[in-house]
T-cell receptor, first 115, second 110 residues
């Protein structure tokens, strides 16, 4: 069966420090991979999605970047964190079905607090 | 760009009352999905609607997809405390891009 791992689960970082959140998927090949951010009590904002190795689509201009060095690995990074980067970061995967639709399976999330 | 709007933002009901959340997209959708996020948890897929005018039921939950494929609703009959959480619709238009609505947070008085 497929599983998705996301880490770290919680982190507290000072403003201006770097960030690296990692997500890996097991049990499937060539998944679509996603990074979403959820501010406290708010909705899910799509940050990046990837349909293959090295293929990254960015949805929102910001100081974050994403990379997909391997088929089932998706990394979210920042060189210098801002206060506004605080939030709940969710990685998700999907596989395009026969009808062309995607159903997302989410990781447990990484809760980032920038101080 | 594509926007998916959801109302209401919050709904507080007495246990046993019904609950409805509405979702509207600025563009026509290939399909619409619904997810539930329990407090402190991550979103979990509930259902997907693909056809214009489609209606699906899961026990006390009824999902509808509008004729124009631009709106959808989720109705819960006789809410229970286990229904607490935030319900999101998500629109899938093309190119594997899935946009979420702002969510409706449901709280229930026992």
């Amino acid at each position: 069966s497929q599983t998705i791992h996301q880490w770290p689960a919680t982190l507290v970082q000072p403003v201006g420090s770097p960030l690296s959140l990692e997500c890996t998927v097991e049990g499937t090949s060539n998944p679509n991979l996603y990074w979403y951010r959820q501010a406290a009590g708010r909705g899910l904002q799509l940050l990046f999605y990837s349909v293959g190795i090295g293929q990254i689509s960015s949805e929102v201009p910001q100081n974050l970047s994403a990379s997909r060095p391997q088929d089932r690995q998706f990394i979210l990074s920042s060189k210098k964190l801002l206060l506004s980067d605080s939030g709940f970061y969710l990685c998700a995967w999907s596989v395009t079905g026969a009808s062309g639709a995607n159903v997302l399976t989410f990781g447990a999330g990484s809760r980032l607090t920038v101080l | 760009g594509q926007q998916v709007m959801q109302i209401p933002q919050y709904q507080h009901v007495q246990e046993g009352e019904d609950f409805t959340t509405y979702c509207n997209s600025s563009t026509t959708l290939s399909n619409i999905q619904w997810y539930k996020q329990r407090p402190g948890g991550h979103p979990v897929f509930l259902i997907q609607l693909v056809k214009s005018g489609e209606v699906k039921k899961q026990k006390r939950l009824t999902f509808q997809f509008g004729e124009a494929k631009k709106n959808s609703s989720l109705h819960i009959t006789a809410t229970q405390t286990t229904d607490v959480g935030t319900y999101f619709c998500a629109g899938y238009s093309s190119a594997s891009k899935i946009i979420f609505g702002s969510g409706t947070r449901l709280s229930i008085r026992p």
